[in-house]
């Protein structure tokens, strides 16, 4: 599968942004669909996943409450909804899709496939 991440951009600290993650290659309602991100100087992490088998959404504790992961499987995309933006949101915003795996994961090394990433900024 091949993945093309969007919605990036500048905004104030407050604000909200949408990213989404496009997928094309087959079956990609059997992924489980993950959200990651890097900001400079610091390793890539965790931020939310969503289940193929149930779409049950899992985040993690800094953005927990602010952001809400989501899939449209017959667009083949998944989204992340981004509220209350704080500057230590700033980061390269990566999706990434795990196969058929029964449980999600949170761990990069599950990923086989990744977007591109795409840039977020929030500033003070």
């Known amino acids: 599968v091949q993945l093309q991440a969007s919605g990036g951009g500048l905004v104030q600290a407050g604000g909200s942004l949408r990213l989404s993650c496009a997928a094309s290659?087959?079956?990609?309602?059997?992924?489980?669909m993950a959200w990651f991100r890097q900001a400079p100087g610091k390793e890539r992490e965790f931020v939310a996943v969503?289940?193929?088998?149930?779409?049950?959404?899992y985040y993690s504790d800094s953005v927990k409450g602010r952001f809400t992961i989501s899939r449209d499987n017959a667009e083949s995309t998944v989204y992340l909804q981004m509220n209350s933006l704080k500057p230590e949101d700033t980061a390269l915003y990566y999706c990434?899709?795990?196969?058929?795996?029964?449980?999600?994961?949170?761990?990069?090394?599950?990923?086989?496939?990744w977007g591109q990433g795409t840039l977020v900024t929030v500033s003070s």
């Open positions: 290659g087959r079956a990609f309602s059997r992924y489980n």
């Open positions: 969503i289940g193929w088998t149930d779409g049950r959404t």
């Open positions: 990434a899709a795990d196969y058929s795996n029964i449980r999600v994961q949170y761990s990069l090394r599950a990923y086989d496939y």
